[in-house]
T-cell receptor, first 112, second 117 residues
Framework: SQQGEEDPQALSIQEGENATMNCSYK?????LQWYRQNSGRGLVHLIL?????REKHSGRLRVTLDTSKKSSSLLITASRAADTASYFC????????????FGQGTTLQVKP | DGGITQSPKYLFRKEGQNVTLSCEQN?????MYWYRQDPGQGLRLIYY???????QKGDIAEGYSVSREKKESFPLTVTSAQKNPTAFYLC????????????????FGNGTRLTVT
């Protein structure tokens, strides 16, 4: 079953611009995580936000979480060509099984 | 350096053959996971193991089997019963047994791309 759904599916911007990706989910959660995947590689963990947090920062990344709307956003500021990748949100879906459920991802292209 | 090693990177098999994908971690993590990724899609959970000698089915376990005889190893066998085995397979681990609930991030290997013809 699909828990997280990212929007947009694809995003193309110029270097230096900000990129915003959104994630919606269906059930209550304990936390929400964002991952990045470069083409043909494994995923890399970027940031985690707990259900009792509203905003979190890490370098050029800013994540917000709105549990009332069951949605999260990932903002990458001052994007670079090296940020070109797919970005996925993942939630536990409050199943308490330890499983993480991933969305289908947003593919970001940053043009130099 | 600690990490997760998946081998081989590319694997080709004929239809009807079983094939085993290797996953080894030296992070001393308790939990390990196998995900499948199809082109342009997200990750779907095949199997996961929270402790040695124990594992649970994920969302798409049919046609797959696993073992967890050692903490550092979690091989995945794609059997001939799997109807559409061609995919990118990702192995992951987390320090805690409850990646979602206790907020343990997943650490991923670089995947094995399996092609079955």
């Amino acid at each position: 079953s699909q828990q997280g759904e990212e929007d947009p599916q694809a995003l193309s911007i110029q270097e230096g611009e900000n990129a915003t990706m959104n994630c919606s989910y269906k059930t209550s959660i304990n936390n929400l995580q964002w991952y990045r995947q470069n083409s043909g590689r494994g995923l890399v963990h970027l940031i985690l936000i707990r259900s009792n947090e509203r905003e979190k920062h890490s370098g050029r990344l800013r994540v917000t979480l709105d549990t009332s709307k069951k949605s999260s956003s990932l903002l990458i500021t001052a994007s670079r060509a090296a940020d070109t990748a797919s970005y996925f949100c993942a939630t536990d879906g409050s199943s308490n099984t330890g499983k993480l459920i991933f969305g289908q991802g947003t593919t970001l292209q940053v043009k130099p | 350096d600690g990490g997760i090693t998946q081998s081989p990177k590319y694997l080709f098999r004929k239809e009807g053959q079983n094939v085993t994908l290797s996953c080894e971690q030296n992070l001393n993590h308790d939990a390990m996971y196998w995900y499948r990724q199809d082109p342009g899609q997200g990750l779907r959970l095949i199997y996961y193991s929270q402790i040695v000698n124990d594992f649970q089915k994920g969302d798409i376990a049919e046609g797959y089997s696993v073992s967890r005889e050692k903490k550092e190893s979690f091989p995945l066998t794609v059997t001939s019963a799997q109807k559409n085995p061609t995919a990118f397979y990702l192995c992951a681990s987390s320090i805690g047994a409850w990646a979602g609930t206790d907020a343990s991030p997943l650490h991923f290997g670089n995947g094995t791309r399996l092609t079955v013809t």
